[in-house]
T-cell receptor
Framework: GAVVSQHPSWVICKSGTSVKIECRSLDFQATTMFWYRQFPKQSLMLMATSNEGSKATYEQGVEKDKFLINHASLTLSTLTVTSAHPEDSSFYIC????????????FGPGTRLTVT | AQSVTQPDIHITVSEGASLELRCNYSYGATPYLFWYVQSPGQGLQLLLKYFSGDTLVQGIKGFEAEFKRSQSSFNLRKPSVHWSDAAEYFCAVGARGGYQKVTFGTGTKLQVIP
């Protein structure tokens, strides 16, 4: 149980274009999903917290107009990197919580984004 | 704000040897504590968690961790390491209340030699 999927697993896009990453909870309803960014050989940095049906809460320093997050249903959250640049290249990981009183998160397999 | 310190960036152990990965946290009260493992190019898998109660928690793959409030530590242990345990290990602390934000340590890379 508590499986989270991400799509695509890797994507290459040209500078200036936008790319959308999907995060799905497959066997549970996720009221809260999280988006992280991980640079090579570094830890996970929380980008934003998204609750179903409401606006995402972004961490300090994360551009909300650049990283658009939508959590339209209890099983799907999307991250859109707009006008991507090479410095946006990274490993993006989503996670989901199974309940509001349960703090543990279940992680997706990640999406490798390369901007050329 | 909460924080996590994993003082060992890289650890090498022989297969069959015991393992202890260190984790220290900073938080105003008793936090939620987690250990996750990440294989290259993969997401994170939860090994074990501490919420309350017994301070020695058992996890998957033969791992255990002990919460020591006096030392603000949550060290991960395994009595006998297998080659398949080679991976990156992350300790994390979760806040109680609010969005229950989880903060990750910088990770410890475990290398297992035959």
């Amino acid at each position: 149980g508590a499986v989270v999927s991400q799509h695509p697993s890797w994507v290459i896009c040209k500078s200036g274009t936008s790319v959308k990453i999907e995060c799905r909870s497959l066997d549970f309803q996720a009221t809260t999903m999280f988006w992280y960014r991980q640079f090579p050989k570094q830890s996970l940095m929380l980008m934003a917290t998204s609750n179903e049906g409401s606006k995402a809460t972004y961490e300090q320093g994360v551009e909300k107009d650049k990283f658009l997050i939508n959590h339209a249903s209890l099983t799907l959250s999307t991250l859109t990197v707009t006008s991507a640049h090479p410095e946006d290249s990274s490993f993006y990981i989503c996670s989901a919580r199974t309940g509001t009183s349960v703090p543990e998160q279940y992680f997706g397999p990640g999406t490798r984004l390369t901007v050329t | 704000a909460q924080s996590v310190t994993q003082p060992d960036i890289h650890i090498t152990v022989s297969e069959g040897a015991s393992l202890e990965l260190r984790c220290n946290y900073s938080y105003g009260a008793t936090p939620y504590l987690f250990w996750y493992v990440q294989s290259p190019g993969q997401g994170l898998q939860l090994l074990l968690k501490y919420f309350s109660g017994d301070t020695l928690v058992q996890g998957i793959k033969g791992f255990e961790a002990e919460f020591k409030r006096s030392q603000s530590s949550f060290n991960l242990r395994k009595p006998s390491v297998h080659w398949s345990d080679a991976a990156e290990y992350f300790c994390a602390v979760g806040a109680r209340g609010g969005y229950q934000k989880v903060t990750f340590g910088t990770g410890t890379k475990l290398q297992v030699i035959p």
